[in-house]
């Protein structure tokens, strides 16, 4: 399998190395907005393209054909290794379903220990697959969603504007919640150093809920476990993305939680994270999705709006602050990258 | 009419005056909650209860005689305006909608401008009801939608996770964007000073959607046309309430926006508020109202946590960081009222 090389420009951004530009890419890049995605996905629902290495890898080769983003993403879920675990979430049009949520006593009963690699063996495949046929300059990214996040989709059965059962089984059964949590992290833990092992470069970790919570119960139901996932992907020396979604507020702790960079969302200016990130470790973000949906010349001034404000920073890693939407233009798309490669320094010197 | 008297607990804190204890309300505590609520609500629909002021004050005093809050807020919906205006929103059980969006450059034909007073009747007539029954000893609030939060609802014409067709107009028509917002940010204005005049002691804007902007472009479409909100109801001398909700980053703009008393949600700790708002603005919040889904137990150690953390600071008024949702136990109000009433000074010396 060839693997990555030396002048990975995502990986040296990783290790905070000088950098001519930093490198770009986008969360949900293999998705919806791209039509060669939406043919794959006519011939095969979304949980088979998961459970598909050949189909995940295609997908997931297919925005690096077309932008030549530095950094592919396998194509996968979150909720895969759940489903693994004994949670069969369902993905209807509304968003994933699971009949039977998590919410009582049973739940520790119900949920399963399983292998990370023999268990849940279709992320690996694909990400050997995909790392056999990725140009060496780019990473390869395996991703997980972090523990509190997958709680909240156990307990709650679905996404939610609030999570009623989630908060209710933080506040009313705090031991039961801490034994799904801690079940979560370790299970999570030996996912992402298996996907490190099969063809992983980096791997991201998503933390899309957590900014509902009040940040001292962020520092008892959330970090402490994102930190175990942490700790054990440190052994293998791997880059680590931390993302967290929704609470700005959270930034400080999020930061201490043990991973290489930190991925935040559009709420806060990058002057101000900037500002706030402790300088060893790295920042990725933040466009606003949604400024895909303006024309190519505003995401060129917005795209370089962030340039400016993280310029000279080392660890710098141009992303949006959530996933790309379904109904964005590949053209904005297209600005977003070609804005990136136009600040390369060594290029315009 | 019997209007408020100088004992007025909240009227003291919002001029920032020595009170024995901070006063205690709760948003949206006229609701699904109670059950004499959901007995009126039997007899009529929701829409209905809004435009007959008899009902709406029936239901605004029921938190109050059940749970002796120091302020009652009057039972209406921050899209009563907008329906006057030429918006026929409805009301099923997904959340309010819009057959027709206000998406484009129709979007300013459609909207009326109305008499803040007789063009929207309803809230006048029943804040002068309910002030006529209210006791003298406690405030009565009224309230509108901020107007960026309305233009999210007419623009999108229903509520939505990311409402993309108002990150549309505002990022690729802003100048139809800032023509609509200026509009509703004068009627707001007029239909706040209505309600002043009409029974109202102080008002609260709710900034419900801000929260998903960048903080540079809530401070060029929804910091501009709340602080002209409030910059018209100064003139009247009452108090004012600026609620935002999801996005602790926005916190130093909300305080410069002229409001006597920011409102803030649950994302962030009152330490953390306390050290950012400045000494002449007060502050309003922050319970997790899923908290109350607890036992009365935690209720009163999170309620207490909170009085800690604001101890000393003049001008906090204690509140959830949202509305109260309709599984709440009565117990856990109970609880939270009951705690902020014990820990008054003069009662406990």
């Not at 002048?7 to 905070?16: E, G, Q, S, V, Y």
């Not at 050949?54 to 592919?72: G, K, W």
């Not at 119960?217 to 931390?242: C, K, S």
């Not at 920073?313 to 996933?323: A, S």
Request: charged residues 20%.
């Amino acid at each position: 399998m060839p693997s990555v090389n030396a002048d990975c420009l995502f990986l040296k951004a990783c290790r905070r190395e000088k950098v001519p530009r930093p490198p770009v890419w986008m969360m949900r890049q293999a998705g919806r907005y791209l039509p060669e995605y939406r043919e794959v996905r006519k011939t095969a629902s979304f949980l088979d393209m998961c459970h598909t290495p050949e189909l995940a890898s295609e997908v997931t080769l297919q925005p690096i054909r077309r932008y030549d983003f530095d950094a592919a993403i396998i194509f996968s879920d979150i909720l895969i290794p759940l489903i693994a675990m004994g949670a069969p979430f369902e993905f209807p049009e509304g968003g994933p379903r699971l009949a039977e949520p998590f919410d009582d006593a049973k739940a520790l009963e119900r949920l399963k220990r399983v292998d990370a690699v023999t268990g849940m063996p279709w992320v690996h495949e694909a990400l050997s697959l995909t790392r056999s046929q990725l140009d060496p300059s780019k990473a390869l990214l395996g991703f997980a969603g972090a523990p509190f996040t997958l709680f909240c989709y156990l307990v709650e059965g679905m996404g939610s504007k609030l999570f009623p059962k989630v908060k209710q089984m933080m506040f009313r059964q705090p031991e039961l919640a801490r034994e799904l949590l801690q079940l979560l992290a370790e299970q999570i833990g030996e996912y992402m150093v298996a996907q490190l092992e099969h063809g992983a470069d980096a791997v991201q970790l998503f933390d899309t809920w957590a900014g509902l919570l009040h940040p001292d119960d962020y520092e008892e139901f959330a970090l402490p476990y994102a930190r175990q996932v942490f700790d054990r992907v440190a052994q293998t020396g791997a880059p680590t993305i931390y993302y967290v979604n929704g609470n700005p507020s959270l930034l400080s702790a999020q930061s201490a939680a043990g991973s290489t960079i930190v991925g935040v969302d559009w709420r806060s200016t990058l002057r101000e994270v900037n500002r706030k990130v402790p300088s060893n470790v790295g920042i990725q973000g933040n466009l606003d999705p949604l400024v895909l949906l303006s024309s190519p010349e505003v995401v060129a001034q917005r795209t370089n709006r962030m340039l400016q404000e993280m310029d000279g920073r080392p660890g710098y890693i141009v992303n949006l602050g959530h996933g790309v939407i379904p109904q964005t233009p590949l053209d904005s798309v297209q600005a977003f990258v070609e804005t990136v490669r136009a600040s390369d320094r060594s290029a315009s010197s």
